[in-house]
C-alpha cells in the first residue's frame, strides 16, 4: 500500500559511522537479490531520477521549483562533473557507473559510439541490476542517442516500462515518436503535445500507478530540454539552434542580458591549443544570436521546473515523497559564449564539464551545499547505495550518500575528464589537459576560475605539471577501486593504558602514509566535535577513554589538508575497551 512501506536506509545510516568508506562502499552495493523477502522489499527506498539535456549549472537559477523542492530539502554537490561532456557517452556512463574508456562508449554515433555499440552489454547496467534487486523499473523520454532509429520498438534489457523516445524525432518538441512498451505512439504538433509536458503527465501518471505496489520503483525521467529541436521558431536565431518553448513561457526571459564573465568572446588565446587559438572572435550579431539562443534556453526549463513541481506533487499525494531518492542532473554542461565558443559541449573548460546535482531522500540533509569533487560516474554506485543493489560490472564511482550525510567526509580523489581528443585531471585547484595534438593546458582555478591563463608553458609550474601528468597517467587506465584512489594517508590507533586499566585506556591517533610529506594541515574530530588542529607533523591527537562510548562506537575523524588542494578524511571508530 501507499502508507506501508517504511522509511528506508535507517539501518545503514546508523551503522555508517562505525564503518569506513570502503566497507560502506562494500556493504551499499554488495547487498540486495531477487529474493527479497516482502519485507525487504517495503524498506527500499523508491529512486527518481531527473536528467536535462545540456543544461549549463548557471541556469539553475530560473528553476524555482528544483531550488525550492529539491535544493533547500536536499544536498547540492556544488562540484559536480561530466566526466564525458557529451551526450551518449555521459549517459553510459550514468547507466553503467564506469568512466568511458571502460564502457567504451566515445562518442554519439558509429563507429565511436551511439545506442548500437553498448547493445552487445546493455543486459548488463543499472536498470537490470535494479530489477533484480526487486525493483519496478522505468524509463521515460530520451535514452542513448541512435535508439529507435533501427529497431523502433526494441525496448532495452532491464526495464519494466519502457517510454523510450525514438530517433531522429527525439529531437523535436512537437511531432515526436514514443515506444510505449513497444508500441510506436506519435504525437502531433498541437500545444497539449508539446514533449516536456507530455512528459510531466506520464511520469505523475506513473507515479500514482506504481506507488500503491509493494515493490519500489525505479523512474528514469530524461528530459530534452534545454537541448535545442524543432519547430524553428519566428524568434530563433540563424545560429546556433535553439530549443522551441512551451508557449506559455516564450518570451519570459525576453529581456535577461547574456552573462559575462571574463571569458565570454576571450580576447587573449594565445595560451590555447592551436583548435581554440583559430576561433575567430564573436561579433556582436553573433553575439545577439547567442543571447537569443540563452533566452529560449533558460524559457525551456521552465516546463521542466513544473513537471518537477508535479511529480513531487504526485509522490507527496501517494505518501512516497518521504520515501524516494530523488536525484536532478544533466548529461553535460552548455557553451554561451565562453572562449570564444557559441554553442556546444565536449570541450575541457568548465561551462562544458559542470553540471548540476541535486540529492533528496532519506537521510539527505536539508538545505545544505557539499564542495566534494564528484561526477556522474557517482550515479549508479549511489542509486545502488539506496536499493541496496549489486552491479555487475566493476563501478568506477562511488556511492554519494555518505558525503552527502557526513559534513567531514572527504575523498581526497582526482576527477578524470576524457574525451576522444584529450584526457585531462581535475583537482580541487587545477585541470591539466593532454590533448591527442601533444598540445597542453594547465589552470590554477583558485586564482583563475575562468581559465583565461594556461600555466602549461610556464617554468614555475613544472613540477606541479610533472605530478599532475602521473597521477592522469594512472587515472587514463584506471578501472574499478584505482578510479576512486585519493592519497596514501593512514590513521593510526595507540592505545595508552591508564592507572584504571583498560577501561582507562586512552587513545592516540596519528596520520601517516607516504603522502604525509604533503600534508599543509589535519583537524581531528570526535563525532562532529572538533578536538585539535595541526599544522606540522608529528600530526596526532589524544581522545581520553571518557570520551568514547561504551555500547555504541564513537566515530573518530582526522580531515587532512595537502598542499596541492586536496582533501581526505581518516575515520575510525571505537569503543570504550572493556
Known sequence: MAGMRPGAWGVLAAASAALTLSALLAVAVGGGAANASPQQLAAKPNILVLMTDDQAVESMRVMANVNSLLAKQGTTFANNFASFPLCCPSRSTYIT?????????????????????????????????LQRAGYTTVHLGKYLNGYGAARPTEIPPGWTEWYGSTDPQTYRFYNYRLNENGKLVTYGTGAANYQTDVYNRKAVDLVRRLAPAAKPFFLSVAFLAPHSGAPRDSDDPANPASPSPAPRHRNAFANQPLPAPPSLNEADMSDKPAAMRNRPLLTTARLNAIRENYQQRLESLLAVDEAVRDILSALSATGELDRTLVIFTSDNGFFHGEHRVPAGKVLVYEPSVRVPLILRGPGIPRGIERPNLVANVDLAATILDAAGARPGRRLDGRSLLPFARDRLRRSGRDILLETTTYSAIRTPRHVFVQHSTGEQELYDLSVDPHQLTSLHADARSAALKNELSRRLTALRACAGDLCRRGPDLRLAVRYRRGSGGCARSNVRLRVGGSAASRITSVAFYR????????????????VRASRLGKKRATPLWAVVTLNDS?????????????
Open 97 to 129: 557507473g564506469q568512466y568511458a574508456h571502460n564502457h567504451t562508449i566515445m562518442g554519439n554515433t558509429a563507429p565511436s559510439g551511439g545506442y548500437e555499440k553498448l547493445v552487445p552489454t546493455q543486459a548488463n547496467t543499472l536498470p537490470a541490476w
Open 527 to 542: 563525532g562532529t566535535r572538533a578536538i585539535k588542529r595541526d599544522t606540522r607533523a608529528p600530526y596526532n591527537a589524544f
Open 566 to 578: 586536496r582533501s581526505a578524511s581518516l575515520e575510525r571508530a571505537l569503543r570504550r575497551c572493556r
